[in-house]
């Protein structure tokens, strides 16, 4: 399919980006229109928590720019019922998440802890999970694996060492052990070769195109090829942000970027590839190349982490939004906080409070780049 020259796409009107009225083709607005550091755009995952009328309609009035559909957490047989759920409840457009280039184990038993140097059958199968057997998919991980591999599963979950290894079966031995949970993201070394797009996303991105939707955004990005690929299966002019959660992805960032709509940073999954102490500084400088390739650039992951659990975030998580935000992003990313959290509709306010008070901030000061003197910053909030 043809790309869309957005020199050739209408201009937007000039109101605050995110406001009433703008809800469709909002990224374009921002591609094509002068990128105005203040006017932040907020994107909120939907899960069990906020799956909900009340919920989404609170959500919707609080000016949601974008409601996010994880694939890897939705069923391909609930996705149309899915969209059309959200859409009786709320007129905020509906981005596809897709599964991209990622492993993730299956099904397991509640509260499954796996023990140092237990062993363990790792496999293609579908079949709920045990402390014996675990299913990881997709089948091609199984490619990657050799005597040595490292498999990790969950962030904080078990990490295993590979004995034996074939095309549909391995056998492993836990190295350090852990709570695991179904469904959850596992990093293989070496990394695996894996397609850019899952069949379940390629059928996704159909229902997508038949229903309507968008906005799509390419999980685990790792080269411009791979966003040409997604390119060419959703409708010409829809809208496309592009992953940066991989090293591949960091190695590539600029032919990602050239061929992307926005880019987003997932800071969760690239710390399960680069040490932990140094995702800050790829966050500065993947925002710094997107801003000079005049992308809008999102920023997810643990903005919020403690209102999965509690009504509060702490003092660390808000320092971090607004950090986030001087380093020149143009919208936030709330995932767990709002597809599982304890009060969905608490996070999305504290977020609103803390870009409100960024907008005030940069706007009194005309605010150019991060470096102001903290003093002038703080007397502006009297």
């Known amino acids: 399919m043809a790309r869309v020259d957005p020199s050739a796409r209408p201009k937007k009107r000039s109101e605050p980006y995110g406001a009433r009225g703008m809800k469709r083709g909002f990224i374009r607005a921002r591609v094509t229109d002068v990128i105005d550091p203040v006017n932040i755009q907020l994107i909120c995952t939907l899960g069990p928590a906020s799956l909900d009328p009340d919920v989404i309609r609170q959500l919707d009035a609080r000016g949601i720019d974008l409601f996010r559909i994880n694939l890897s957490h939705t069923a391909m047989e609930d996705l149309p019922?899915?969209?059309?759920?959200?859409r009786r409840h709320s007129e905020v457009p509906l981005s596809l998440d897709t599964e991209g280039a990622q492993v993730r184990c299956g099904s397991v038993l509640p509260d499954m802890v796996l023990e140092q140097g237990a062993e363990i059958e790792l496999t293609v199968d579908e079949v709920e999970g045990t402390a014996d057997r675990v299913s990881l998919r997709p089948r091609s991980a199984?490619?990657?694996?050799?005597?040595?591999?490292?498999v990790a599963i969950d962030f904080h979950g078990a990490v295993l060492r590979v004995v034996e290894?074939?095309?549909?079966?391995?056998?492993?031995?836990?190295?350090?052990?852990?709570?695991?949970?179904?469904?959850?993201?596992?990093?293989?070394?070496?990394?695996?070769?894996?397609?850019?797009?899952?069949?379940?996303?390629?059928?996704?991105?159909?229902?997508?195109?038949q229903m309507g939707i968008d906005d799509y955004a390419l999980s685990f990005a790792a080269s411009g090829q791979g966003v040409e690929r997604i390119r060419g299966l959703i409708h010409p002019g829809a809208n496309l942000i592009s992953k940066i959660e991989s090293r591949a992805g960091v190695r590539n960032m600029d032919t990602i970027i050239k061929a992307s709509d926005a880019v987003l940073i997932d800071r969760g999954d690239l710390s399960r590839e680069v040490p932990l102490e140094e995702v800050p500084y790829y966050q500065k400088a993947i925002i710094r190349r997107a801003n000079r390739w005049r992308k809008p650039l999102y920023v997810a992951t643990n903005?919020?982490?403690?209102?999965?659990?509690?009504?509060?975030?702490t003092v660390a998580?808000?320092?971090?939004?607004?950090?986030?935000?001087?380093?020149?992003?143009?919208?936030?990313?709330?995932?767990?906080?709002?597809?599982?959290?304890v009060d969905p509709v608490g996070a999305v306010d504290m977020v609103k409070r803390a870009i409100e008070t960024f907008e005030h901030v940069t706007r009194t000061l005309e605010f150019a780049a991060p470096g102001?003197?903290?003093?002038?910053?703080v007397l502006t909030l009297g």
């Open 317 to 341: 998580e808000v320092s971090d939004v607004a950090n986030t935000l001087l380093d020149g992003a143009h919208g936030l990313v709330l995932a767990a906080e709002t597809a599982i959290g």
């Open 372 to 377: 102001m003197e903290t003093d002038a910053a």
């Open 303 to 313: 903005l919020l982490e403690s209102m999965v659990l509690n009504n509060r975030p």
């Open 165 to 209: 290894a074939g095309p549909a079966v391995a056998r492993a031995v836990v190295d350090r052990g852990g709570r695991i949970g179904s469904n959850k993201a596992v990093t293989i070394s070496p990394p695996p070769q894996l397609p850019a797009l899952t069949e379940k996303d390629v059928a996704a991105i159909a229902v997508g195109r």
């Open 142 to 150: 199984f490619e990657a694996l050799r005597p040595g591999s490292q």
């Open 81 to 86: 019922a899915t969209i059309d759920f959200v």
